[in-house]
């Protein structure tokens, strides 16, 4: 069992930063990818970005390729998503999730989410 909480959600200008971090509990951190999605309003949640056990593997979504980049600190049990140039599409509330990885990723927890906003 894994319980995750997301932090550094916020109101950020288009173009700015932000960096979002998640807590998991347990002493299993390492074995589990982790993994962000976001959702905006009135659309379906959507993968953002996922790392793999030792973190030198990461996936992102086309559409924050060169902008964000995801880490974790398996010392520390968290996990982080640098969020750059951000756009106003970019406004969501952003997850956090723990799973597996065979074929494909499947995540298994869920984090309660942190809203982003982005304004012009």
């Known amino acids: 069992q894994v319980q995750l909480v997301e932090s550094g959600g916020g109101l950020v200008q288009a173009g700015g930063s932000l960096r979002l971090s998640c807590a998991a509990s347990?002493?299993?951190?390492?074995?589990?990818?982790m993994g962000w999605f976001r959702q905006a309003p009135g659309k379906e949640r959507e993968f953002v970005a996922a790392i793999r056990w030792s973190g030198g593997i990461t996936h992102y979504a086309d559409s924050v390729k060169g902008r964000f980049a995801i880490s974790r600190d398996n010392a520390k049990n968290i996990v982080y998503l640098q969020m750059n140039s951000l756009k106003l599409e970019d406004t969501a509330v952003y997850y956090c999730?723990?799973?597996?990885?065979?074929?494909?990723?499947?995540?298994?927890?869920w984090g309660q989410g942190t809203q982003v906003t982005v304004s012009s």
């Open positions: 347990g002493r299993t951190f390492s074995r589990y990818v």
């Open positions: 999730a723990a799973g597996r990885y065979s074929a494909s990723y499947t995540f298994d927890y």
